[in-house]
């Protein structure tokens, strides 16, 4: 993954639900599309594909598993995306920071 923002990964964390899977596969280690299906709303084939999202930007690994392919997140790309996403939201932070001081200094105009 680049230092840029990447935006494939933004669109893969971004869905609620794939959120949803790399939570369990991180309390379960590993788990294949049907056994997250069971404790998810949506069926094996949505929970395939989305898989197959967090799998091209590389926040999982897949190895076969007799009929099926068992899940892992890959826990240094997650750190690396962590790393990234918290630059981004510290950059957003400061630009916030700055735009509350401006309109701070805007009121204090008025008030004078």
């Known amino acids: 993954m680049s230092a840029a923002v990447d935006d494939d990964l933004w669109s893969a964390v971004g869905d609620p639900t794939r959120r949803r899977i790399l939570d369990l596969l991180l309390t379960g280690g590993n788990g294949t599309a049907t056994s997250l299906s ?3 709303p949506v069926t094996r084939q949505a929970i395939a594909k989305h898989l197959g999202v967090l799998d091209r930007v590389g926040l999982v690994h897949a190895s076969p598993a007799g009929r099926e392919r068992r899940y892992r997140v890959d826990e240094a790309q997650l750190a690396r995306a962590v790393a990234q996403l918290s630059s981004v939201g510290a950059t957003w932070d400061a630009r916030l920071r700055r735009i509350k001081r401006i309109a ?3 009121q204090r105009g008025k008030d004078q």
């Open 104 to 106: 701070e200094t805007i």
């Open 38 to 40: 069971e404790q998810l």
